[in-house]
Structures are given as structure tokens and as C-alpha cells.
């Protein structure tokens, strides 16, 4: 009984991580649609663990992609914050043709932020390496500068 409530409790948690993203372009890479879940590494932080960095939800997703999935997903976040021009986005770079990192700020929910952000970079053996992370909280652009320990280009 107890591992049949674990296992319930355990998949309700993943359940709720997916329906944050559902209503956007990315939720098929957060569904594995684009590369496979078992060759991604994910990870899912809410509750106290994610109020310390003033978030309500952490969702990341780590693998490494082909240029052609690495595109398909690059396409996917630039429609969900609606271009490089668009007002949410927040900073962005460029490398070797591909974008490198993107954060952008998302429509609100309820009263927290959203935040998508992006990073794609070759590692050692030339192999595309893609971060993909969702936010959502009462966390600031300048708190999540803080969280990460950068400062922002002007």
C-alpha cells in the first residue's frame, strides 16, 4: 500500500512539472517528443527547495542534440517568446549560427513570473549541448541574476 501511495504521489509530481509548460511551443521537448526523455536530464524543484531562489517551480531539461533537433528546438523557444525583437526577451546571444543562450520573461500566471531560458553550446567532441529551463515565481530578472551569478550586458 505505502509504494502504491509513493508511486501515485510520484507521478502526480511529474504530472504537475508537465502542465506547466503545456500551453507552450516547448512542451514537446519537456514531453520528450523531440529527443528522448531517457537521453535527457531532468530536473524538478518546487515546493521550500525552489522558494529559497523566490520560485515556485524549477523545471530543466539537459541534453545533447543533432543540429537538426537542435534547430527544431531553437524554433520552438523563439515562438514562444515571440522572435528576438520581442519585449520579453530579456538577453541573448549568437554563436556559430545557432542562438547560444536566450532568457526571456513569459506572460504572467496568476501572480508569478515565467521565465524560459535557453543555452546551446558545442562541448569538446563537437557535440550540441542544449539547457532548457522553465520558471515560474515571484522571482525578479535581478533576483535570477543574483541566483546565477551574473551581471547583465548593457
Not at 528576438?84 to 520573461?105: D, R, W
Amino acid at each position: 500500500m505505502k509504494r502504491l501511495l509513493l508511486f501515485i504521489l510520484l507521478l502526480s509530481t511529474s504530472l504537475l512539472s508537465v502542465i506547466a509548460q503545456k500551453d507552450l511551443n516547448v512542451a514537446s521537448v519537456f514531453d520528450g517528443k523531440i529527443i528522448p526523455r531517457k537521453q535527457m536530464v531532468e530536473t524538478v524543484v518546487k515546493g521550500e527547495q525552489a522558494q529559497r531562489y523566490k520560485l515556485s517551480l524549477f523545471h530543466s531539461l539537459k541534453m545533447e542534440a543533432g543540429d537538426e533537433e537542435c534547430r527544431e528546438i531553437e524554433e520552438l523557444v523563439l515562438k514562444d517568446c515571440g522572435g528576438l525583437n520581442a519585449p520579453s526577451v530579456q538577453e541573448y546571444g549568437m554563436k556559430e549560427g545557432y542562438l547560444s543562450y536566450l532568457i526571456t520573461k513569459l506572460p504572467s500566471r496568476h501572480d508569478d513570473q515565467v521565465y524560459l531560458c535557453y543555452q546551446c553550446y558545442r562541448n569538446e567532441e563537437g557535440k550540441l549541448c542544449i539547457t532548457l529551463v522553465y520558471m515560474e515565481g515571484p522571482a525578479t530578472m535581478k533576483d535570477l541574476y543574483k541566483m546565477f551569478k551574473t551581471e547583465k550586458k548593457k
